[in-house]
């Protein structure tokens, strides 16, 4: 497993690296070996330091891990960082495995979609049916059970995941309340459908 350890205008020296290392390395090697490659990024907005932590889990799965605090210093910052990931793998070590096995059983199904951004600071009078759109890019869709939805946007620390239920094969999004709960959008047939395959 390689650790890249690098500073947005931040001086990481060799005693912070070597922190990283030692740190990710128990923590990942406790909960996983599907991990190749980790990025740590640190930078620092004001007064306050910042430790991104970014990976993918396996080759495969398309699971990123990810997790980013902020604190006074840069230790801080990154300790709380690498214990949010500990927190996350040691709730889904065992569904990570049980998703690496299920995607061995079938090929990765995935549907491309449009992804834009959208300027929000645009006051045209005229914008009508099309907003100014600042950014695209093409993302994929993939199945997944309603679990796993959840997985991969808790790991990947996201606030929202759209994806396509794997017991419908429709599209549905999941997104964090501001109270901490999950909510699950889908079409009224679809959670029918999901209530009987969890059943079964």
């Known amino acids: 497993m390689k650790i890249i350890v690098s500073g947005h205008k931040v001086d990481v020296g060799t005693s912070l690296t070597q922190h990283v290392e030692e740190k990710l390395a128990g923590i990942l090697s406790k909960y996983i070996d599907r991990i190749n490659m980790v990025n740590v990024v640190f930078s620092k907005e004001g007064h306050a330091f910042r430790a991104d932590i970014t990976s993918n ?7 990123t891990l990810q997790a980013r605090m902020e604190a006074a210093d840069a230790y801080t910052a990154f300790d709380a ?6 927190k996350q793998l040691r709730r889904y070590k065992r569904q990570i495995t049980n998703h690496h096995s299920r995607i061995h059983e079938k090929e990765l199904a995935l549907h491309a979609m449009m992804h834009y951004v959208i300027d929000a600071e645009d006051e045209s009078d005229e914008k009508g049916d099309n907003p100014l759109i600042i950014a695209e890019d093409t993302s994929h869709l993939e199945h ?5 939805a959840v997985m991969r946007m808790d790991l990947g620390d996201l606030p929202a995941l759209m994806f396509i239920n794997d017991a419908t094969e429709v599209v549905n999004v999941i997104y964090r309340r501001p109270d901490g709960n999950i909510a699950w959008l889908a079409p009224h047939a679809t959670v029918g459908a999901y209530k009987k395959s969890a059943a079964a």
């Open 57 to 63: 889990i396996g080759t495969h799965a398309h699971i």
């Open 81 to 86: 960082a690498a214990d949010k990931v500990a």
């Open 144 to 148: 997944l059970t309603v679990p796993d």
